[in-house]
């Protein structure tokens, strides 16, 4: 692992093409965390620090391919420095072509790339890519979106700021810094992720588990993986993948008390991720399974093929606390279930 505080913008988006992986979330900084960076950053320059630390982003070059950088954290900030560069490109285009083509050219995209559709230094997750590439070549006439947002919303705030777009980019390129965290061969990105994140990143218990699951994957087995973990989350309903968990993990406890929500993760990789034969991928299969009988519990309504009298029964017991039944009625549907 190698570490070091570096200028965001002239080192690190300034570098091979950062790959935002499938299984983060998707861009999501809103009006409060736009406006305190832009804020925090006017005030840097008008005090003229030395620099203006934005916090931390963690890379993983260790699945050997020079040419692409993960970014295992961070890409909430690199996102938003990206559009803060479209916004002062664009702001400087009349101006001074000369830096607004430097930006475009040296940060933004690839020039002398053939592929349209791989030039841009920045990679957004897939379902993101498309509205950050759409603001990239229309600003303010791309479509509604977040990106767009906050496109809109830092170039209210530079048309109102006393200092000029050059100042601005002049402090941003060279003195707006974060500590970079880069992951290399024989790193476990996972581990690193989870001590310099341990405590205010606000992940769900499942979250932590997507991430331990795909994030030692190679490259190649990522989207494949992730479509399994989509699938999963279409049947359990994403916003129960963390009841999920902890029902599961407390259907493999021998205890009379179900696991404490907080402890869901760290059960996961005490119970599954340490056995010396744990496979991820065969994992995230198993769990399909798993989540075909979850949901025939959690929601006998939508369940086909159920024998009549049995969803009668999980209709029943759907009235009461979950937490009370639902672990012995997965381990008892393992039982009666001919699903492998």
């Known amino acids: ?140 006439a791309a479509a509604h979106s977040l990106f767009r947002e906050n496109y809109l919303q830092m170039r209210s705030y530079l048309r109102q700021s006393k200092l000029t777009p050059a100042e601005w980019f002049d402090y941003l390129e060279g003195r707006v810094t974060v500590m970079a965290i880069t992951v290399q061969a024989g790193d476990d990105p996972q581990l690193i992720f989870e001590s310099l994140n341990s405590t205010g990143l606000d992940l769900t218990e499942a979250d932590k588990i997507r ?27 994403s916003e129960q993948m963390s009841a999920f968990y902890r029902h599961y993990m407390s259907s493999m406890e021998k205890t009379a008390k179900p696991i404490r929500e907080s402890d869901v993760y760290e059960q996961y990789r005490r119970l599954l991720g340490m056995a010396s034969n744990f496979d991820r991928e065969q994992q995230l299969t198993l769990e399909s399974t798993i989540a075909h009988r979850y949901a025939e519990v959690a929601y006998p309504a939508e369940t086909e093929g159920m024998d009549f009298r049995l969803r009668a029964l999980l209709i029943r017991l759907s009235h009461l606390n979950t937490d009370v039944y639902m672990p012995f009625a997965l381990t008892l549907l393992k039982r009666l279930t001919r699903r492998p």
């Open 1 to 140: 692992m190698d570490g070091k505080a570096k200028a965001i913008v002239a080192e690190v988006l300034n570098s091979p093409s950062l790959v935002v992986p499938v299984y983060q979330r998707r861009y999501s900084w809103g009006n409060a965390q736009v406006d305190r960076m832009m804020t925090d950053i006017e005030s840097a320059i008008r005090a003229s620090r030395a620099s203006y630390f934005l916090g931390s982003v963690i890379l993983d070059s260790s699945q050997g391919d020079f040419r692409e950088v993960a970014v295992i954290d961070g890409q909430q900030r690199l996102t938003t420095i990206s559009l803060l560069l479209m916004v002062l490109r664009d702001e400087l285009a009349d101006k001074d072509s000369t830096t607004a083509e430097k930006i475009d050219h040296v940060y933004l995209i690839d020039p002398y790339k053939r592929d349209g559709s791989s030039r841009n230094h920045l990679h957004p997750v897939a379902e993101d890519e498309e509205q950050y590439l759409d603001v990239y070549a229309h600003g303010e």
């Open 211 to 237: 991430n331990y699951l795909l994030m030692s994957l190679p490259p190649a087995h990522q989207a494949s993986a992730f479509k399994v973990w989509q699938k999963n989350e279409a049947i359990v309903h």
